[in-house]
Antibody
Framework: EVQLVESGGVLVQPGRSMKLSCAAS????????MAWVRQAPTKGLEWVAT????????YYRDSVKGRFTISRDNAKSTLYLQMDSLRSEDTATYYC???????????WGQGTLVTVSS | DIQMTQSPASLSASLGETISIECRAS??????LAWYQQKSGKSPQLLIY???RLQDGVPSRFSGSGSGTQYSLKISGMQPEDEGDYFC?????????FGGGTKLELK
């Protein structure tokens, strides 16, 4: 059974940093591109970043480019999202998801809530 | 960026009714479109990918169609468990973009 378990979401002050993790199991992690998708409270879904199978290629939405870094450790079957210079508009539940073509986002974690507030 | 315009924003359907949700892309996305269902407090679930391919385990009453810039999701026979929010996604070009969502309720 495919499992994606996010962790690391907390309350953090604007301008600070935090790192999310996503532990994967039940599939060959190294064979799948992966992504982070977020959802602000009572809002819709928003793609954040995608990383290739090797980690050699990464893609970001403009609003997080230069502040967020997606990475992966295939040996540990773990996906990461380093978030720097956090803003209030980054407040959301962050989901880890598989991004294989063509059935993007076929598997999702339960999400982890990041709250950016002073 | 490719804009995804989803309609309607909300919909109320009777048990057994057939409903459709539409997504219009601001440019051709070459069938690189997926549909997701999200129930209250839960993670989204993939229903349809590549515009018309049913994800494993999804009931056959769900179907997708469309090409170019116009796509639709059809539910043939509304069931109570189909209540929730529905989103389309274009994966043709970065940044990948979602539609604004459709809230589906049972009448």
């Amino acid at each position: 059974e495919v499992q994606l378990v996010e962790s690391g979401g907390v309350l953090v002050q604007p301008g600070r940093s935090m790192k999310l993790s996503c532990a994967a199991s039940g599939f060959t992690f190294s064979s799948f591109p992966m992504a982070w998708v977020r959802q602000a409270p009572t809002k819709g879904l928003e793609w954040v970043a995608t990383i290739s199978t090797s980690g050699g290629s990464t893609y970001y939405r403009d609003s997080v480019k230069g502040r967020f870094t997606i990475s992966r450790d295939n040996a540990k079957s773990t996906l990461y999202l380093q978030m720097d210079s956090l803003r209030s508009e980054d407040t959301a539940t962050y989901y880890c998801t598989t991004a294989g073509y063509p059935n993007w986002f076929a598997y999702w974690g339960q999400g982890t809530l990041v709250t950016v507030s002073s | 960026d490719i804009q995804m315009t989803q309609s309607p924003a909300s919909l109320s359907a009777s048990l057994g009714e057939t409903i459709s949700i539409e997504c219009r892309a601001s440019e051709d996305i070459y069938s690189n479109l997926a549909w997701y269902q999200q129930k209250s407090g839960k993670s989204p679930q993939l229903l349809i990918y590549a515009a018309n391919r049913l994800q494993d385990g999804v009931p056959s009453r769900f179907s997708g169609s469309g090409s170019g810039t116009q796509y639709s999701l059809k539910i043939s026979g509304m069931q109570p468990e189909d209540e929730g929010d529905y989103f389309c996604l274009q994966g043709s070009k970065f940044p990948w973009t979602f539609g604004g969502g459709t809230k589906l309720e049972l009448k």
